[in-house]
Structures are given as structure tokens and as C-alpha cells.
């Protein structure tokens, strides 16, 4: 292959989250007296701005501003934050592309601070030689990092790949002018995946297996 190093999203496609968006979610649904929603449910209609999501699923930001509902999801993610495992297989793979010569980034719309201590506790931050997180808690602003991260990287784009789980991590990898391959285990399911006309693959040892 004619790639160099792999830029990952962190949230569903190296960590098995989707569940705790789920859980949480539903707690502020319930709060307001509306419908809450399955897994199913969750993956199909996800999206960024995850405002739209969030107006989707009967938020009324006329009655109250965004940031309430995000605030509420943010701190009950950060306290059964704990709970989360990885996906599995996810440190063997990234140990054998660093073995197949891969150099590795984390990319993600989580915030710094936040991002870097999930790194650290889940034992990955040796793999990676820049770790690039947001600076806000609602998930904004993940295209324009990219498009500054990018000029950090001692690389042409043609040598970088982003991997994702989301159809905004396509968009992200289209405004930085890279390349991209997208995993359906996490936030977004198949067919809106493949709709991006990205390869699309289950797992991240297919993607492992597709790169070396």
C-alpha cells in the first residue's frame, strides 16, 4: 500500500461507545418527556451537527438552548465513562501496523483534555504520535482541525488515510483532501456508510488486513 500513517476517529471506531450515546441520550429524553430510542434507532439517525441530531429526535432548542441537553450528555458520558472497553482487537492491530511501518494519529471531535486521558486510560497512547482532540464538549469544529491538523503531519496527503465510523469522518477526510476508510461497528450503520462511496468494513482487523 501506498500509505504511511493512518489518522483515527476515536469514538465508536476505536472505542466500542455507542451504547453509553445510546444510554445517555435516553436519560435526557426521558427528562423530557420524550420518546427515547434503540440502538437501531440511534445508528440510523446520528449525524453531525449532532444538533440536528438532537432536533431529530424532538429537542425543542426554542425552549431551551442546546447546550443544556449537551451538558447533561457530556457529564453523565464522563461518569460511567469507565465502563467503555475498546473494540476488540483494536491494540493488535494498531501494534501490527506500527510493526508494518505505520506511523499513527488520533483525530477526534471528543475534546482535548477529555481525549487525551481516554487515550492514556485505555493504554494506547504509545501508538500514536499526535493526539488531536477539539476544544469544545459538543462536538464542533472536527472538518476545520483536520484541515490544520494536516500540516502538521511530515507527510504528502496521497501517504495518509483517515479511518472512521461516521459519514462527517468522510466529510473531514474530503476537506483535507485524504483519503478514507469507514468501519459500520459503531456509530452509523452500513447503508449510510456505504452511500459515501467509501470501502466500508465490519472490524478493524478487515481494516488492518486491507492496509498491510
Not at 41 to 47: D, P
Not at 93 to 119: H, N, P, R, T
Request: hydrophobic letters at 40%; glycine letters at 8%; a negative charge.
Amino acid at each position: 500500500m501506498k500509505y504511511k500513517h493512518i489518522i483515527w476517529d476515536w469514538n465508536g471506531t476505536l472505542l466500542d461507545d455507542t451504547w453509553l450515546c445510546v444510554e445517555g441520550i435516553n436519560k435526557s429524553l426521558e427528562k423530557r418527556s420524550l420518546q427515547t430510542i434503540t440502538k437501531e434507532i440511534y445508528r440510523k439517525v446520528f449525524s453531525f451537527p449532532v444538533e440536528d441530531y438532537y432536533e431529530r429526535l424532538g429537542f425543542d432548542f426554542k425552549k431551551e438552548p442546546f447546550e443544556v441537553a449537551g451538558d447533561e450528555f457530556v457529564a453523565y458520558y464522563a461518569k460511567c465513562f469507565h465502563k467503555v472497553k475498546l473494540h476488540k482487537q483494536v491494540s493488535s492491530a494498531l501494534g501490527a501496523l506500527e510493526i508494518a511501518g505505520f506511523s499513527q494519529s488520533i483525530l477526534s471531535a471528543g475534546k482535548q483534555e477529555y481525549l487525551d486521558q481516554w487515550v492514556k486510560v485505555h493504554g494506547l497512547s504509545e501508538y500514536f504520535m499526535i493526539i488531536r482532540g477539539i476544544d469544545n464538549q459538543y462536538a464542533r469544529g472536527k472538518i476545520e482541525l483536520g484541515i490544520s491538523f494536516i500540516k502538521e503531519l511530515p507527510y504528502e496527503k496521497d501517504e495518509i488515510i483517515m479511518v472512521g465510523d461516521t459519514v462527517h469522518d468522510s466529510d473531514v477526510a474530503d476537506a483535507m483532501g485524504i483519503d478514507c476508510l469507514l468501519i459500520d461497528h459503531g456509530h452509523m450503520g452500513n447503508k449510510k456508510l456505504k452511500a459515501t462511496g467509501r470501502k466500508v468494513f465490519s472490524n478493524i482487523e478487515q481494516v488492518r488486513d486491507h492496509l498491510t
